[in-house]
Nanobody, 121 residues
Framework: EEQLVESGGGLVQPGSSLRLSCAAS????????VAWVRQAPGKGPEWVSH????????YYSDSVRGRFTVTSDNTKNTLYLQMDSLKPEGTAVYYC??????????????WGQGTLVTVSS
């Protein structure tokens, strides 16, 4: 079974850092685009970032650019979202999801279960 499993969420104070993981099983990332999206309480889903395999580049939303960084570890088949300088508005459930052909909400075909990040003092 092809799965994505996120981990690493938690409660942190504003200004803190957190690293989320997105582990793939049943497939490898090398032929997919992987997106990070989040959903804050009472709001719709928001695109955060997407990562193109094979050196195709990583893209970030304006709200996180310069503070969030996506990295990968191919040996572990895991993608990471390093989140620095977290803000209270970053409170959300964070999901990773894969697309077989580029970024679009409609292309996302496998989703993880999500991991909750709460940024609060």
């Amino acid at each position: 079974e092809e799965q994505l499993v996120e981990s690493g969420g938690g409660l942190v104070q504003p200004g803190s850092s957190l690293r989320l993981s997105c582990a793939a099983s049943g497939f490898t990332f090398d032929t997919y685009v992987v997106a990070w999206v989040r959903q804050a309480p009472g709001k719709g889903p928001e695109w955060v970032s997407h990562w193109n395999t094979g050196g195709g580049g990583t893209y970030y939303s304006d709200s996180v650019r310069g503070r969030f960084t996506v990295t990968s570890d191919n040996t572990k088949n895991t993608l990471y979202l390093q989140m620095d300088s977290l803000k209270p508005e970053g409170t959300a459930v964070y999901y990773c999801a894969r697309s077989p052909r580029g970024w679009s909400w409609t292309f996302l075909e496998v989703w993880g279960q999500g991991t909750l990040v709460t940024v609060s003092s």
